[in-house]
């Protein structure tokens, strides 16, 4: 498979060289976390296997690619000149520009010289006598730290299925996680789309522009919302960067992190007219937003079986054609899988070369030569783009040989399911974070505030450590254990633990079903996250501290933001009838 340009590395590896902090990645949580790790006096050390800074945004250069929360919102809150410089040009900005956007950090907050592109971090073992952690790089590296700090990303293990001869297909292979830099002309070509999830549903209408034919190879249908995408009116910018600071606080007291009208109303609760008067205004609207038309629609099957019907009928009056339409129609719990944000999609299926080929129950047999092989009927390709997403929250550190105490690596550990205190931290695996980790909010919450809570958490108990001398910080089992329970507790409360999606691992055969995102709010994850650091890092333990001085709280201030009592969601309703542990 074609990978994409790829510089080659020409630099002397590094050994014997001891960092407080090694960071792997730097997507926006490694990047964010060097910047910190630097202001508050640390040495640390970048390892980033892909040529450049920004991560997701690095690799995900497939057309179309673009973030569904809004650009204004989807950027990071800690420097108030960076919200006031930049600019946005549509309301979801395209890759290239996010792109920019997280080089424009590193080159401004002159992040390059800590990081070593091209070095995929390949193990990480914990010393229990020099209690440091031994790092190992592709490139030869070998270096020490006090800190190993986890940026892998929760989206950047691409999963390429494992397709019956696929290296005998003479075409042009592509995932659309790992896209060539120099892009790919698909001219005239015949392409063949294997996936219906997010990546394909932005990146379809794009490549119908220029493909010859396109066929679309689908095991599950999926939702999606109208973007609404526009070019970013300057007014709505000023007044916007104007109330900066309000918004990020405000951000903050949301369930998902991000603000935007929602309505607590259950569904229920209103007459068929209603509901529908919502749902078409929230539609016109677009976006992740339109889960906001009710607050019951993600706990109440028949509320959510209102909208989902609703979403079906939308397709319908689209897809002209009605065999496409009922193929493309879920049957599933609407918003249960990562919500789709499209502009364009179901219109594709309306144009004479595009084609849909349903291979939910009779799935690939095999490539060939010339093309892909489904119910014995050969679909002819020049090109295959596997639009079939990642190894989700835990596929990157699957990657990595990390071993803690006694010799235990993490993937042994979590071979029945992820198991971490807060996302934070494993248990075994002493004084290794993780950035938006399994078990805290992650995916389901705007994900750079999310790494901006986590990074600010760890930079002030490393902080803390340094106070008090402390050399090492590991959960205790027990609080672990509990911490697992209530994240799967949670879950069950939502309808969103009810479907096979990359939530659970189901799209990843072999994978543990385990709900791995914590779902009870962004703002109750973050008070318990403030809680423990008061309570003196309560559910760790810090080996070798030499004084009970309290911590000192040195970035987390601005997360301890009163819950938005406007909005508190049935998700947090819910999740409080379970109990915070
Ligand atoms: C197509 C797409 C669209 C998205 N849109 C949104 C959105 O609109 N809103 C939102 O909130 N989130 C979105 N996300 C999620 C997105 O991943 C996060 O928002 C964010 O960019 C994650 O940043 P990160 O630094 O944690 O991880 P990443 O950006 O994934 O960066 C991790 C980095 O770690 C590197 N790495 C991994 N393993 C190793 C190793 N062993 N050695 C060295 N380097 C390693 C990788 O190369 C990568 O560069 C999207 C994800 C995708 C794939």
């Not at 809004?70 to 040009?89: A, G």
């Not at 201030?557 to 909005?567: G, L, S």
Request: glycine content about 8%.
């Amino acid at each position: 498979m074609d990978h994409g340009s790829k510089i080659e590395c020409k630099r002397d590896p590094e050994v014997n060289v001891a960092f407080d902090a090694v960071i792997v990645g730097s997507g926006f949580a490694g990047m964010y976390m060097l910047h910190r790790l630097r202001g508050l006096g640390f040495s640390a050390r970048v390892y980033e296997a892909g040529g450049g800074v920004g991560g997701t945004w690095y690799w995900n250069r497939y057309p179309g690619a673009r973030c569904d929360i809004t650009s204004m919102q989807y950027s990071y809150s800690f420097s108030e000149e960076l919200d006031q410089e930049w600019s946005w040009s549509e309301k979801y900005s395209p890759q290239p520009e996010i792109l920019d956007y997280a080089n424009h950090v590193a080159d401004r907050f002159d992040l390059r010289s800590d990081i070593r592109f091209d070095t995929r971090v390949t193990a990480a073992t914990f010393d229990e006598d020099a209690k440091h952690w031994s790092i190992e790089t592709d490139q030869g590296d070998v270096v020490s730290a006090q800190f190993c700090i986890m940026a892998v990303g929760c989206l950047s293990s691409a999963n390429l299925p494992p397709f019956e001869d696929i290296e005998k297909f003479e075409g042009l292979l592509y995932h659309t996680g790992e896209w060539p830099h120099e892009g790919v002309d698909l001219t005239g070509l015949r392409v063949g789309v294997i996936g219906t999830g997010s990546s394909a549903i932005q990146s379809i209408p794009v490549m119908a522009q220029q493909a010859k034919t396109l066929t679309v190879f689908q095991r599950t249908p999926n939702y999606a919302v109208p973007a609404r995408n526009e070019k970013l009116d300057p007014e709505f910018e000023r007044e916007t960067k104007a109330g900066y600071p309000e918004l990020r606080e405000k951000m903050r007291a949301r369930p998902t992190g991000f603000y935007f009208d929602f309505n607590i109303q259950p569904a229920l609760e209103a007459t068929a007219e209603e509901r529908e008067k919502k749902y078409e205004e929230a539609w016109a609207r677009g976006g992740l937003p339109f889960l906001g038309a009710f607050g019951d629609l993600l706990f109440e099957k028949d509320a959510n079986d209102t909208i989902a019907e609703f979403g079906r009928k939308k397709i319908r009056d689209v897809v002209k054609d009605p065999a496409t339409a009922d193929l493309l129609c879920p049957v599933d719990v609407f918003g249960c899988k990562r919500l789709c944000v499209d502009s364009g999609y179901f219109e594709t299926y309306n144009l004479p070369h595009v084609s849909l080929v349903d291979i939910s129950k009779k799935p690939i047999e095999r490539l060939t030569e010339q093309g892909i092989v489904t119910d014995g009927i050969e679909y002819p390709v020049d090109v295959i783009v596997c639009a079939t997403g990642f190894a989700a929250m835990t596929g990157s550190f699957d990657n990595i040989l990390i071993t803690g105490r006694s010799g235990l690596t993490l993937t042994e550990k979590w071979q029945a399911g992820p198991r971490t205190y807060l996302g934070l931290s494993s248990q075994g695996f002493p004084n290794l974070f993780m950035i938006t980790g399994p078990g805290s909010p992650s995916v389901l919450a705007s994900m750079i505030q999310a790494i901006e809570q986590h990074v600010d958490w760890m930079a002030d108990c490393m902080g803390h450590m340094r106070d008090i001398s402390a050399q090492t910080i590991e959960p205790l089992v027990e609080y672990e254990d509990n911490w697992v329970d209530h994240v799967n507790e949670v879950s069950k409360v939502s309808l969103r633990s009810t479907c096979s999606s990359w939530y659970v691992g189901a799209n990843v055969p072999g994978r543990p079903r385990v709900f791995m995102p914590y779902i009870g709010g962004f703002p109750i994850y973050v008070d318990k996250c403030n809680d423990v650091m008061t309570n003196g890092f309560e559910g760790f333990v810090l080996d070798g501290e030499k004084s009970n001085a309290a911590p000192r709280v040195r970035l987390t201030e601005k997360w301890r933001v009163p819950v938005d009592v406007d909005i508190i969601s049935p998700a947090m309703i819910a999740a409080r009838r379970v109990p915070v542990v």
